[in-house]
């Protein structure tokens, strides 16, 4: 025994007197105090500006109500214009719109403005400049001109671009969104803007997005006027379901890769979690009321309308979501609505987590996306109608997008995929990263009998009667349907799309862009084809059933109705011929490929030079995110994880050598042994975890000399990133060994449990 101690510390350096009993453990003396503060947090009093929300609704938003007030009638005139239109302003027309808009803000208390965009990194940005200037004779005065108002140029050389320009060209533009209104936060006045480089590429969401909203509504209005002549414009609509965990302020700042890599690179399964779904039924804890209530409030004077709150699956997880707007508007208030969260859970001493797995073993968090289409005639296209006629539109448009889905579905996979969400998507709490459509039994049969009674040649009129008869009969058959499939990626619910897979971190523009492209070039063929069929004769409705039809069984394969999360589909998947790429690179680079390359492009959304930018950046995105993981965890592993076990060994060892000075050889055998069995254990684990480091740095410096983007992102992908998850199992193989008083970082149960 004496030889094997000797031999560990050989191997380890351990001095144990020096280790075990210095007086203070840095890290795990930062975890207990942290815990002692949680144990002390008092709910804050949150005080609402009025008792209904109706009352400051937008109170911060220059909507239109505000601008009929502040603008003169030419002023409101076109921009009422400009924002239904999608007309530009002329320089004159920006000032005059400047000057009410600054008697506005500075009434509101604002002293700064700011060009507000959605860069291609995660999150907003902003460059906040006052509104004061030098006047003539030397004072400051308030100004604020359509100049500004309209156009900035921010410093492009900070944001990524993927090749698109010189990283020594600084210059970029920022210009207004007429679409999204002015709001202000604290004491700055926000503008919603695109951004484009100095050549005029697309550098953010914005953008792109707003072209393919406008090819939507080109396309859908065309196909609009087979079945209504009024229908002048189609606008996309979006709800967004927000889901996000809370974690105490003390004790996320006791672990460092929450700080760093915004999720727990390591840590023991908490032996309870959801398994009892308690959580999810129960009620919402004070303190957390507190907060929610609070940006809640914040999120309503911003115009944002949140509808519902409630706990989700996971302990300390929860959802909101709002009412559904115009798509625009909707990603721009769930991105205001991300940084209010932010802002406001700080002033109640929380942070919020929109990683989409900050916990191993436990529900990550999505944002799932329910879009439908409506018409300026306020009909909702996904929502059927009182007659066969309406009807017909609802069906014309629910298979044109399921057409979509179904030729477009590595590009409508490629735009949710991320290194965030690699983590989430297939583990049964998230649909799997092949995308099917859910329709629902009765849907389904409708379908089916579509492909049953439409012939090629002309139909009968007892043909027509019995297809519109049954046409006839989807609303009353919907109201009732109780079909629910919440396993299935894109599912149909009633009047709109839920497509579940988005992640919670994410800029929705991205899903959103693919979704309404994909749409978008659908439709245009469609009626290519049916005016196709018309021409040579053929009745329009006849000749809109016979291509349905035709959608109906090209698309078959990514029509499912059972479980998404089972092994069995993932089998069939694969023999119907739809991919489940679960590699992010190989998945991002669907983009650069036939079909996706073609709506993408063909629609006018991206140019080549653009979406090849575009690519190179979500590649770059990626590899930087695996190599900030890499290089927090082996940081923590090595100097504190590693540090922790060998002091808990230490201990271990000088209680072996106590046991072996006072009993015979024989009591020493017994009672050493369980002591011995774990300093065996304890040295293995520190031994994998210094292999396992040190053959992940050889594989970061490996993969950091590649040049090229994809290949690199494939090396971190394959050989870096598995290193996170087999150093992970060693370090928390240690958590269930080691003293829990010495224990560095906060354990699961607490992050989890302690409000």
């Not at 040579?536 to 109906?552: S, V, W």
Request: proline share 4%; glycine share 6%; net charge neutral.
């Amino acid at each position: 025994m004496i030889i094997f101690i000797k031999k560990v510390e050989e191997i380890w350096g351990v001095y144990p007197k020096y280790l075990y009993n210095r007086k203070k453990n840095k890290m795990a003396e930062l975890r207990f105090s942290a815990l002692r503060e949680v144990f002390n947090r008092e709910p804050v009093t949150v005080r609402t500006p009025e008792k209904n929300v109706s009352k400051y609704f937008g109170i911060n938003v220059f909507d239109l109500h505000k601008m009929e007030h502040y603008l003169s009638a030419e002023a409101f005139r076109v921009v009422k214009q400009a924002i239904e239109l999608g007309k530009s302003l002329t320089r004159e027309e920006a000032n005059q719109v400047a000057i009410g808009l600054k008697a506005w803000a500075l009434e509101r208390g604002a002293t700064h403005y700011t060009h507000w965009f959605h860069p291609l990194t995660e999150g907003t940005a902003e460059k906040h400049d006052g509104f004061i200037e030098m006047g003539e004779r030397g004072h400051i005065v308030e100004n604020f001109s359509g100049e500004v108002l309209v156009q900035s140029e921010p410093d492009a050389s900070s944001f990524p671009s993927g090749g698109i320009r010189n990283t020594f060209e600084a210059r970029g533009y920022t210009a207004w969104d007429v679409s999204s209104p002015v709001f202000i936060v604290g004491a700055t006045l926000c503008i919603p803007t695109i951004f484009v480089s100095y050549t005029g590429e697309a550098l953010d969401y914005k953008a792109p997005l707003l072209k393919a909203l406008s090819a939507l509504d080109k396309a859908a209005t065309a196909v609009c006027r087979y079945f209504d002549r009024d229908v002048t414009k189609v606008i996309a609509t979006l709800g967004c379901e927000q889901e996000y965990f809370l974690v105490d302020e003390a004790l996320y700042y006791a672990r460092p890769d929450l700080v760093l890599a915004d999720r727990t690179l390591m840590g023991h399964q908490s032996a309870k979690d959801q398994q009892l779904s308690d959580h999810y039924f129960g009620s919402i804890p004070e303190r957390i009321m507190s907060f929610i209530e609070d940006f809640e409030c914040e999120a309503y004077k911003l115009g944002i309308p949140i509808k519902t709150r409630h706990n989700e699956v996971a302990p300390n997880q929860f959802e909101c979501a709002p009412i559904y707007e115009e798509v625009n508007l909707a990603v721009d208030h769930n991105q205001l609505l991300m940084d209010v969260m932010k802002r406001i859970a700080r002033k109640h001493k929380f942070r919020v987590l929109f990683h989409e797995k900050p916990f191993a073993g436990i529900n990550g968090s999505g944002k799932h996306n329910n879009w439908s289409m409506q018409t300026n005639t306020g009909k909702n296209l996904l929502s059927p109608g009182k007659n066969p006629k309406s009807n017909l539109q609802f069906l014309t448009f629910l298979i044109n997008v399921i057409k979509s889905v179904n030729d477009s579905n590595d590009l409508i996979r490629a735009s949710v995929m991320s290194e965030n969400n690699s983590y989430r998507l297939g583990g049964h709490e998230a649909p799997p990263t092949i995308i099917s459509v859910f329709l629902g039994s009765y849907l389904t049969g409708m379908l089916d009998d579509i492909v049953n009674k439409v012939t090629d040649r002309k139909m009968t009129p007892a043909q027509k009667t019995e297809l519109k008869l049954g046409i006839g009969k989807i609303p009353e058959i919907l109201l009732d349907n109780t079909d629910r499939n919440r396993t299935s990626p894109f599912a149909f619910s009633g009047n709109r799309f839920e497509f579940r897979t988005v992640g919670s971190s994410a800029n929705c523009s991205a899903a959103m862009i693919a979704l309404n492209a994909a749409v978008a070039y659908q439709l245009v063929r469609f009626k290519k084809e049916v005016d196709l069929l018309i021409r040579k004769g053929r009745n329009k409705d006849e000749a809109i059933f016979q291509i349905l039809k035709k959608y109906i069984q090209e698309s078959q394969r990514v029509l499912f109705e059972g479980d998404n999360y089972s092994r069995d589909w993932h089998d069939e998947a694969a023999r119907r011929g739809l991919s489940g790429i679960a590699s992010v690179p190989d998945s991002l680079k669907a983009y650069l490929a036939g079909n996706s390359r073609e709506v993408l492009i063909s629609t006018g959304i991206f140019s080549e030079k653009e979406l090849e930018g575009r690519v190179e950046v979500e590649f770059e995105k990626f590899t930087k995110k695996v190599q900030i993981e890499a290089r927090v965890l082996g940081d923590l592993a090595i100097n504190h994880i590693v540090p922790t076990g060998i002091r808990y060994m230490t201990s271990l060892i000088e209680n072996v050598r106590g046991l072996k000075e006072i009993f015979d050889e024989a009591e020493f055998s017994k009672l050493a042994a369980e002591s011995k069995d774990l300093i065996i254990r304890i040295s293995d684990h520190i031994s994998a975890i210094k292999k396992l480091e040190n053959e992940m740095v050889e594989a970061r410096k490996k993969a950091n000399i590649i040049t090229d983007s994809y290949i690199k992102a494939i090396e971190y992908e394959n050989n870096v990133k598995p290193f996170l998850d087999k150093i992970r199992y060693h370090i928390d193989k240690l958590e269930l060994i080691v003293d829990n008083e010495i224990w560095p970082l906060p354990k699961y149960r607490e992050l989890l449990f302690t409000r």
